[in-house]
């Protein structure tokens, strides 16, 4: 009777000393966060106050600096893949908390890339107002307006801000970025995704929930020589094009923190 | 008021279901929409907002709020008044809040539900989401769908009919806009004397009868065809594009940015034609008489969108003798519908 208690005791140190040492069971879960910094080259956006100088040398402030962000999906290092459908948010780099994005319920496992969509993809972008909840809820918006009702379609991307070179007369710039392809004519796509390769994995573990912290660069957005002095008001999508191309490289990930709970 | 209303509906519903011959559908409710027997299927998806008349009400009330816009002012209705087919009266180019003047006359809102688009120039493809451009328009009601929903939570009249309506007090985009497009949906216009003409049971003067065919045969109806008396499509008609001094209208090229969409507009609804002047995008026509002399007199801008239907003959356009043209008129008068423009379930 000792013995078979015994043997039981030693059956189950063993089998969890298994479980420690191959480290994953597919049944834990836990979260994922990724955490949006937004920066000019490597320093933190300081609204409106800070004068940056783009790649043109044209000197430049920012006031907003907004983009959706959808369509997440996470690649773990056996090719599997974890996608988050139906979900949209709205980072805005004057509201802190929009810029923490958390992901529930990821099975344990060792990830290695985190792809995104910048924007609303087409399929959300036609649906019923039903579907229009929380950041796609144009009522969300205030003064600070993501939505296009005279040609039916979110911002996917909005910056706007100050500059010497403006030929606006409050020297103003205003980059509002949409299109989806349209509801029935082919009209400009400005839909972009980004996939991420992490250089260290994101180990979700029963007591890990890794955060993903990404860094980006606002000074990407006027590369290929978009300045201000040639267009302070880019709102129509095939103007856009240029702008979405650009902006869509200013996503890297910095690091990732895989800190035991 | 409100109670008057609902008997005029009861009884309208009640009449409706005797001069129906199968009078079996148990929820008297839906005759607020019929489709026409006439009529394609509709465009807008009807089961996804059925219809009801608390809906209807609750619709209708918001429709005619000055709550809407900014300084209370402007509602709705101030830019679509019923006697005219829901066009803004008097104004070539409707006016807004401060006073703001756009660059577009107001169109008719009938028949939505068969509409695929909505602006001239197409821009919204949802009746549902519409209403957000006039409210957010700097120069219609220049207010914020979020302070409006906000008015409407704190007027104590609106809850009450939110939960009428939806089930429960809450104020949200969805239910205000779905209201708004029951209310809009409700707006068919379709017993015409041409309505009737067709059914048999009215008959057209010689005027009239000719009217018809040349509008038939001289290609009017490839673009206005019946029974909606739109194809929906965009298209040119040649209107000279310098009508604003500072400001070039380049229509569905605004939405889609194709260089084969410049100066095209949305084809429109010849319904209650004889009420909804000014005519045209911008209002630039006064008198019937003057839109055909447009399609007639040569004047036509050579533009390279100009449908190639304006360009079969030497002279730009469509020929027709000054006889033919008041015998399109006079046919165009058919397409008033009285019973729609004094329909008392419309009015506040």
């Known amino acids: 009777m000792k013995k078979i208690a015994f043997a039981l005791v030693l059956g189950i140190s063993v089998f969890f000393a298994a479980c420690e040492t191959s480290d994953i069971n597919p049944n834990d879960k836990n979260s994922v966060s990724l955490y949006f910094e937004n920066l000019v080259g490597t320093d933190p956006i300081v609204l409106n106050t800070k004068t940056y100088t783009n790649a043109s040398g044209e000197d430049f402030t920012i006031s907003t600096f907004n983009y959706f962000v959808s369509n997440i999906s996470l690649k773990a290092t056996d090719g599997t893949e974890l996608k988050f459908a139906d979900k949209y948010f709205l980072v805005k780099e004057s509201v802190e908390a929009s810029k923490t994005i958390t992901l529930p319920d990821v099975p344990a496992g060792d990830y290695t890339s985190v792809s995104f969509m910048v924007g609303v993809d087409s399929a959300k972008s036609v649906s019923d107002v039903s579907q229009r909840t929380g950041v796609l809820d144009p009522a969300s918006y205030g003064t600070d307006n993501m939505y296009w009702s005279w040609n039916s379609g979110y911002i996917f991307f909005k910056m706007e801000g100050t500059s010497s070179k403006s030929a606006a007369a409050n020297k103003g710039y205003k980059f509002h970025i949409g299109g989806f392809g349209g509801m029935s004519a082919k009209t400009a796509n400005n839909l972009r995704s980004v996939t991420l390769t992490m250089a260290d994995l994101a180990k979700v573990r029963k007591n890990i929930a890794p955060e993903i912290h990404l860094a980006i660069d606002a000074q990407k957005v006027f590369k290929s020589t978009l300045k201000i002095a040639d267009k302070n008001e880019i709102m129509n999508p095939t103007l856009g094009t240029a702008v979405a191309n650009n902006y869509k490289d200013m996503f890297a990930v910095e690091h990732v923190h895989n800190d035991k709970m | ?348």
């Open chain 2, 1 to 348: 008021m409100k109670l008057k209303l609902g008997i005029v509906l009861v009884v309208s519903l009640l009449l409706w279901g005797c001069s129906k011959e199968k009078a079996t559908e148990p929820d008297p409710l839906l005759v607020l929409f019929e489709k026409p027997s006439t009529f394609p299927n509709t465009s807008y998806k009807m089961e996804s907002n059925p219809i009801t008349e608390d809906g209807f009400l609750l619709g209708k009330k918001i429709f005619f709020d000055g709550k809407l816009s900014r300084d209370g002012t402007i509602s709705c209705a101030e830019c679509h008044n019923q006697p005219y087919a829901f066009t803004h009266h008097g104004h070539a180019q409707s006016h807004g809040i401060d006073g703001q003047v756009g660059p577009r006359n107001a169109p008719a809102l009938q028949n939505l539900a068969w509409g695929k688009t909505f602006f001239w120039d197409g821009g919204v493809f949802d009746l549902d989401l519409f209403s957000l451009a006039p409210i957010e328009n700097p120069v219609e009601m220049d207010e914020r769908i979020g302070n409006v929903l906000q008015k409407l939570r704190k007027d104590a009249s609106y809850p009450p009919m939110f939960k009428k309506a939806f089930g429960t007090e809450e104020v949200t985009t969805e239910r205000f806009l779905k209201s708004l497009s029951q209310f809009m949906l409700t707006l068919v216009s379709a017993n015409a004397k041409y309505d009737q003409y067709k059914a048999g049971k009215a008959s057209f003067n010689t005027d009239e009868k000719a009217g018809l065919t040349l509008f038939n045969e001289k290609g009017c109806a490839s673009c206005h065809p019946e029974p909606l008396f739109t194809d929906e499509s965009f298209r040119s008609n040649g209107l000279p594009t310098d009508f604003f001094r500072n400001f070039v209208d380049t229509g569905r090229y605004r939405i889609t940015e194709l260089k084969e969409d410049k100066y095209k507009f949305k084809v429109p609804s010849l319904r209650n034609i004889e009420y909804t002047f000014p005519y045209m995008h911008d209002g630039r026509f006064i008198s019937l008489e003057d839109v055909l002399d447009h399609y007639t007199d040569g004047n036509m801008a050579n533009l390279e969108t100009l449908d190639p239907i304006f360009k079969q003959n030497t002279k730009r356009g469509i020929a027709l003798t000054s006889k033919e043209k008041s015998q399109i008129i006079a046919f165009l008068k058919t397409l008033t519908d009285d019973s729609f423009l004094k329909d008392k379930r419309f009015a506040p």
